[in-house]
C-alpha cells in the first residue's frame, strides 16, 4: 500500500533556479513529515522535517510546506545547486512507523 | 561518534540460498529499522526492533525475518532468495524509534543480487 507518494521520479532544473518537489499521502494520521536526500553509495540523510501542526518550516536554502486539507507536502531548495543534484525521498510518520515515497531525482544543471 | 555500519557492501547469492545481513547502529541508539530500496519503489519497510524485539513490521513475507541483539546490533535473514528480493537493504538507526521526532541515521547499505 502506497501511502505515501511521490509522482515525479525525475525533476531536471538549472542552476539558481528554485526545485520543487512534490510529495502526496493518504493516511491523514501521519504526524511528521520529512525530507531524506540520497547520493549514490550512500545511505539517506535526513533533510529537514515538519510537525502536522505546522505549515511551513525553512532551513536555510531548503523549505518544506505542508498542506494538510490537501495532504500534500513540497519541498523548494532555493537556489539550486549543483551539488543538490540526488535522490529526494519524502517521508511520512506516526509513531515508531515511517513510509516512504518513491524518491524523485533532482538533476541541477550548471 | 562512528556513523551506522553495515555489512556486507555487496552480495551475490543464487535463487533459494539464503542470506544474512548485519547492522550496527549508532553507540546509544536502540531502534534499528530495515528498509529494502527498489528503482520505483522507493523504501519499503521491512521491520523494526527496539531493545531486542520487534516492535512493528511491513508487508514482506516470512521470508523476511530479523533479530536484534543486547547490543542492539541487528541482523536480517532472508531464506530462499528469489530474483525479486535483488535489491538494497538499509538499516536505519535512531535512539528510541519515535519516527519523525528524532532523527532517523541510515548506513550506506547493503547491495543484494540474486542471479
Known amino acids: 500500500d502506497q501511502q505515501v507518494k511521490q509522482n515525479s521520479p525525475s525533476l531536471s532544473v538549472q542552476e539558481g533556479r528554485i526545485s520543487i518537489l512534490n510529495c502526496d499521502y493518504t493516511?491523514?494520521?501521519?504526524?511528521?513529515f520529512l525530507w531524506y536526500k540520497k547520493y549514490p553509495a550512500e545511505g539517506p540523510t535526513f533533510l529537514i522535517s515538519i510537525s502536522s501542526i505546522k505549515d511551513k518550516n525553512e532551513d536555510g536554502r531548503f523549505t518544506v510546506f505542508l498542506n494538510k486539507s490537501a495532504k500534500h507536502l513540497s519541498l523548494h531548495i532555493v537556489p539550486s545547486q549543483p551539488g543538490d543534484s540526488a535522490v529526494y525521498f519524502c517521508?511520512?510518520?506516526?509513531?515508531?512507523?515511517?513510509?516512504f515515497g518513491a524518491g524523485t531525482r533532482l538533476t541541477v544543471k550548471p | 561518534k562512528a556513523g551506522v555500519t553495515q555489512t556486507p557492501r555487496y552480495l551475490i547469492k543464487t535463487r533459494g540460498q539464503q542470506v544474512t545481513l548485519s547492522c550496527s547502529p549508532i553507540?546509544?541508539?536502540?531502534?534499528v529499522s530495515w528498509y529494502q530500496q527498489t528503482p520505483g519503489q522507493g523504501l519499503q519497510f521491512l521491520f523494526e526492533y527496539f531493545s531486542e524485539t520487534q516492535r512493528n513490521k511491513g508487508n514482506f513475507p516470512g521470508r523476511f525475518s530479523g533479530r536484534q541483539f543486547s547490543n542492539s546490533r541487528s541482523e536480517m535473514n532472508v531464506s530462499t532468495l528469489e530474483l525479486g528480493d535483488s535489491a538494497l537493504y538499509l538499516c536505519?538507526?535512531?535512539?528510541?524509534?519515535?519516527?519523525?521526532?528524532?532523527?532517523?541515521?541510515f548506513g550506506p547499505g547493503t547491495r543484494l543480487l540474486v542471479l
Open positions: 553507540s546509544g541508539h536502540r531502534s
Open positions: 536505519a538507526s535512531s535512539l528510541a524509534g519515535v519516527k519523525g521526532q528524532e532523527t532517523q541515521y
Open positions: 517521508a511520512a510518520s506516526e509513531f515508531n512507523d515511517m513510509r
Open positions: 493516511n491523514s494520521m501521519f504526524d511528521y
